[in-house]
């Protein structure tokens, strides 16, 4: 038996010599809102399709509520889909589409019209049974997507995408309606994006993805503010970058040598290795490093400062060396202007040593 609801080993799929997803390996518990995250063609809606018994992996093992679905097609498993356009049936009504997989599963019509009702109330669509899909507003094609899916009971919801096609203000306010649902029913959801914002706001996991493999694994602060790989680094939204190499290593901490001088940051290396380090924009900080535990990281020279309501972005470049960009985010009420020379540096801790 597993001990997770959803177990998948050695997952490997193939189309000729193009590896879409290559030995994964995941993990999901009871409860979760896991969201698969990475750019196009890294792999995330394949695995997503391979879950909800689409596509077939060339090898390895699915197993839902210790069960092997590997070759169970989508009907017969426990879990449902809700897919980016929604899939609804326009020659039905609302009350006739969510209840349209209860039909499938010879549930009686009285039976199928009460627990139809029941879940549009949850999903906030209540009293629109009776109208047609054409007469719907985007996000309230939406919920009735999403009603039609968690109807059946599933052990796993699948989203593929689901808020791709809405504006900003609705989509933002259907992250927020996803999330006060999953934590309503407990049903546990696996959902599909490339939008990092969209995943650090609904998710309890984060699996960032790349080419077909995981890069990391995690909480949305953990894998935002301690990324294990370049790439999630990079992909989780701005970071600055730095190159270094280990001079010398003391327990699980590295002294390096880098081109803003040495800097030190813990993390498993070898004296002689060139790494990489992330600082996040939001921690450089402005002035001389006070105190123990800061670092300074020189002096630079604003190229730009744009305000952008929640905070001030501002690009620099090092004083000491042109190579050297910095992406600097502080208070929107913080003064910096153009061609400002300024001194900046972080906390030690916020010095991440990064695999490639």
Same mark, same amino acid.
């Given at each position: 038996m597993s001990d997770a609801l959803v177990r998948l080993s050695k997952i490997r799929k193939t189309y000729g010599a193009l590896v879409a997803l290559d030995d994964i390996d995941l993990k999901i518990e009871q409860g979760q809102f896991v969201v698969l995250l990475g750019p196009s063609g890294s792999g995330k809606t394949t695995l997503l399709s391979i879950l909800g018994g689409f596509v077939t992996p060339t090898s390895g093992e699915v197993l839902i509520n210790g069960e092997d679905q590997t070759s169970t097609p989508p009907a017969r498993r426990p879990t449902v889909t809700v897919f980016q356009d929604y899939a609804l049936f326009p020659h039905m009504s609302v009350r006739d589409n969510v209840g349209f997989g209860l039909a499938m599963r010879k549930v009686a019509r009285a039976e199928r019209r *009460? =627990? $139809?009702? $029941? %879940?549009?109330e949850t999903v906030g669509l209540e009293g629109l049974g009776e109208r047609r899909i054409q007469q719907l507003s985007g996000g309230q094609r939406q919920r009735v997507a999403l009603a039609r899916a968690i109807v059946v009971e599933p052990s796993v919801l699948l989203l593929d995408e689901p808020l791709g096609a809405l504006d900003l203000k609705i989509r933002r306010q259907m992250q927020e309606e996803l999330v006060e649902l999953q934590r309503r029913i407990e049903t546990t959801f696996v959902h599909v994006t490339h939008d990092q914002e969209e995943a650090m706001h609904i998710a309890d996991v984060i699996v960032v993805m790349n080419h077909g493999r995981i890069e990391d694994i995690g909480s949305p602060e953990r894998v935002y503010l301690q990324p294990k790989s370049l790439f999630a680094a990079t992909f989780m939204g701005d970071t600055n970058i730095l190159n270094g190499q280990v001079a010398g290593v003391s327990g699980k901490t590295a002294k390096l040598e880098t081109s803003v001088g040495p800097l030190v940051a813990d993390g498993a290396a070898e004296a002689g290795n060139i790494?990489? &380090? *992330? %600082? =996040?924009?939001?921690? &450089? =900080?402005l002035g001389k490093a006070p105190g123990h535990g800061n670092v300074p990281l020189g002096k630079v020279r604003v190229t730009s400062a744009v305000f952008q309501g929640a905070n001030r972005l501002c690009h620099a470049v090092s004083t000491s060396d042109p190579e050297i960009r910095w992406i600097i985010r502080q208070p929107p009420q913080t003064g910096i202007a153009l061609d400002d020379v300024l001194e900046i540096s972080a906390k030690q801790t916020d010095i991440v040593m990064l695999r490639d």
């Open positions: *009460s =627990r $139809a009702d $029941a %879940i549009l790494v990489h &380090l *992330s %600082i =996040r924009p939001e921690q &450089l =900080r």
